[in-house]
C-alpha cells in the first residue's frame, strides 16, 4: 500500500478541505520555530474533531506512515517537524473552549485553543490559566502539553505539568484513552504525569482539563538595574536565600535591553549592564511585607523601578515577552538557546558564556528565568557572512555546558530534533534505553513523532554524540562490553 | 535483602531470580492490593541519608529509604522543607513516591509528582536508569519520576530521589469553620474568591479548617478574614490537624478523586472523613467500597480487608498500565499481587 493510497483515505474520510496536497501549501508546515531544520511532508490532514483525529491516526497505523502532530508551530526545539514521506496533522480546527467550570475552577478545552483564550474565556469568573510561555499569545495548549512549557511565573506556580487535571488522548494504535482524572488522586500511576512533556512522541491530545486559580490580589513589580550580570545575579540569590518565592524573576542583560526598547517602550534603561525584573504577588499584606525585604535586598541595584500601576506592569512584561523576537532588530539571524542550570551557579554560567562567544567571535544576548536558572542565551550570527556553523557549534556548547555546571539540556523548550544528539551528554544509554520503554509500551510501532528527542544514527551519525563513561562504568563497577 | 548503595541494590535485583518484594518503612505495605509472598524482600532502610543539600539552588537529593521526617529535620536547620505532609509517620521517601501519597499541603504544593525533580531507579533485570535532574525546570528526556508515582513497587525499585523544597514559613496560623459537608463547598469558594490563598484547605468531619503561612502580620489578618472562622490556638490547631491524619486509622480507608463539588455525594458514604476541599482529594473510612465505587472510579484501597478488592472496574488507561508494566517488568518479578486484578 502506498502514500497514494492513504491520500485517498484520508481525503474520503475528511473531505478535500480537510486534506493539503498542494507542494506549495505543504511547504508552510515544513518546520516550526527552529526554522533552520526543514522537512517538507507528504501530506497535512486537518481534522476538523477528535474523531477525525482518531481516524487520521488510525490510517497513518494501518499504512504504517509516521506522522507528527502540530499545533501553531511555535515550538523552538522542531519538535513539530515533519517527517519525509509521513503525514502532518494540524490540530488548528480543534480550537472551542468547551467549558469553563467557576465552581470547580476548571477549563475543558480543545487542543487548538491558544494559551491565551483559555485565561481570556475564564477572566469573567476571575480566574485563569496560569503558566504562561512567551509565546502565549499564539501557542496553542495542545503544544504546552507536548512539551510541558514553563514561561515567567513558574517559579511560584510551576509548569504546564502541574496545571493539567486530564487529557483525551489518541494513541498512535488510532484507539483512544483518557489520562488523569478529576482530580489530582489517580487510581494507577501516573500516566498523565508522564506523558505531558513527551514532545509528541506518545500520541496526540484531543481534549484537555486544565486548573484554572483565581488571580492575585495584590501584584507588585520592580525593575532593578545592575552594573553587572553578576551584582543583578548575586540579588537573586540573596532573594532566594530570605525564603522569598516571587511569582517571577527575570534578567536582561544590555544586549536584550537594546533590543526590546528598539520594539517596546518599556522605559527599560538602554545604558545598565543587566536588570531584574522581580514580581511579588499574593495576599497584600504578605506581598507589602515581602516586597519590602526585596527592595531592601536589591541593595547593590543603581536604580530601582517600580511598576506604578497594572499598565505599567503589562509593558515591561510585553517588554520582556517580545525579547526573542526582537533580537531580529540586532542581527539578521539568531538560536535561541534554553538551558538550566543550578541557581547557585548562574554567575559562572554567564561568565563562561560571555567567554565563548567572544573566542567564537559571536555575539550572545541574555534574557531568562533568573529564578529558576532557565537560561535563555540568544546566539546573534549573520548567514550571510557564513557565521551559521559558527553560531549553532556555540549554541550547542552553551546548552552542554549547562549540563556540566549539574544542570539540563532544556528547561522548556524542549529537545525535538534540535537537541536529540545532545542527550548521551546528560543521560546514559540505560537511561535512553529505559524512556525508550516507555514510548514502546505507547508507540510499539515508532510511529508517532519519529526522530525526536532521542538521539538516531540518521540524525546524529553511527555514533550518536561522544562517548562518555556511565558513572557506575567509571567507579569500576559495570564494564562496557 | 537489605542492600547499603545504589550499586548493591542493583547487584541484589540484578543477580537475584525469582519475583522481588519492595519493602520501605512498611507503613503502606497493604496498599493497592496485598502482595503475594515473594521469594526476596528488599528492604530499603540500608539506603537511607542525604546525598546532596545546597539550600541555595532549593532542592535536596536522597537515597530512597530515607524516612520523610529525617530530611525534614535536617531542611530545618536551614530554614526549610519538603512540602509534603502525609498522614503516615516514619514513611520513607521512596515509599511516599511509589505510594502517591500526600496530606493536606497538597492544597497548595501538590503531591510528591509535583515536588519530585529527579529519580534514580533499579528495573527488574538490573538496569540502573535516572531521569530528570537536580535542577526545578527541566524538559530533557522523559519524566520517569512521574511513572513511579503510584507504582506501588511494580515498575522499578526507586534509588534516589531528588526533590524540590521551599522555605519554612515564618508564621502559620489555622481558622476552624463549623460547617457540613455542602457549606464546606461553599466556603471553600468563599476563601479562593477572598485571594486568602490558604496552604491548607481541608474539612473533617464537620469542620473546614484553613491553614495560613507566611508572615505572622500577614496569616493573622487572612485568619481574620475568613469568613465565618474562628482562630485556633497553637494547641487546637496542632489538636485538629492531628484529627485529619487520624481519619488514615481506620479499618477500612480509601483514597478518592472527585470533582470538589462532589464532596457531598463523597461524605454520604464515609463514617469519617477529611478531603482538601479545593482539590477534590478525599481520604475516607467507608463500610462498603463497592457502593463507593459505583458512583466513583478513582478509589484506592489503602490497607487491606480480607475479601475487598484493592480495585474496581479497570479504567479507561488501565490496558497503557499494562503495557507499561509489560515494558518495565516483563517476567512480572516486582509487587505481585499488587494491582490485582488488574494486573
Known sequence: MSLTDLRD????????????????????????????????????????????VAAAVAACARFKVPFVARGAGTGLSGGALPVADGVVISLQRLRRVLEVDPVDRRATVEPGVTNLDISRAAAKYGLYYSPDPSSQQVCTIGGNVAENSGGAHCLKYGFTVNHILAVDVVLPDGTTTRLGADAPHQAGFDLLGAFVGTEGTLGIVTGVVVRLLHTPATVRTLVANFDSTKDAGDAVTAVIAAGIVPAAIEMMDNLAIQAVN????????????????????????????????????????????IARDAEHRAKIWQGRKAAFAAVGRLSPNYFVQDGVVPRTRLGEALTRIAEMGEQAGIRVANVFHAGDGNLHPLVLYSEERGEHERAEALSTAIAELCVELGGSLSGEHGIGTDKACSMPRMFSEDDLATMRRLRAAFDPEGLCNPGKVFPTPRLCGERPGPYRPHPLEAAGVIERL | MRPASLAELRDAVRDTRGTLLVKGAGTAQGWAGAPDPTDHVLETAGLTGLITYNPADMTVAVRAGTPLALVQQELAAAGQRVSLDP???GATVGGLVATADSGPLRHAYGGPRDLLIGVTVVLADGTVARSGGHVIKN????????????????????AEVVLRVHPLPPASRTVSIPCDAAEAVKHTGRVLEARLEPAALEWCDGELLARYEGVESSVELRAAATPGGTRLSTADAEAAWRRVAAVGDGDLVVRCGTRPSQLPAVAAHATSLTSSTAVGVHTLRVADVERLRAEFTQVTVLGNKP???????????????????QRFDPEGRLGPGRYRPWF
Open chain 1, 9 to 52: 483515505q484520508l481525503a474520503a474520510r475528511l473531505g478535500r478541505d480537510g486534506i493539503v496536497t498542494d507542494p506549495a501549501h505543504l511547504r508552510t508546515y515544513e518546520c516550526d520555530a527552529l526554522t533552520g531544520y526543514r522537512v517538507v511532508p507528504a501530506l497535512v490532514a486537518l481534522p476538523r474533531n477528535a474523531a477525525e
Open chain 2, 139 to 158: 524538559v530533557a528526556g522523559y519524566d520517569l519520576g512521574k511513572l513511579l508515582c503510584g507504582s506501588f513497587g511494580t515498575l522499578g525499585v526507586l
Open chain 2, 307 to 325: 475479601g475487598v478488592p484493592a480495585w474496581g472496574e479497570p479504567h479507561a488507561a488501565v490496558p497503557l498500565m499494562r503495557a507499561v508494566k
Open chain 1, 262 to 305: 528598539a520594539t517596546v517602550d518599556a522605559g527599560f534603561d538602554p545604558d545598565t549592564a543587566a536588570a531584574l525584573i522581580v514580581e511579588l504577588d499574593g495576599p497584600a499584606d504578605e506581598v507589602e511585607a515581602r516586597f519590602a525585604d526585596l527592595t531592601r535586598l536589591c541593595a547593590k541595584a543603581t536604580e530601582v523601578t
Open chain 2, 87 to 89: 498522614a503516615r509517620a
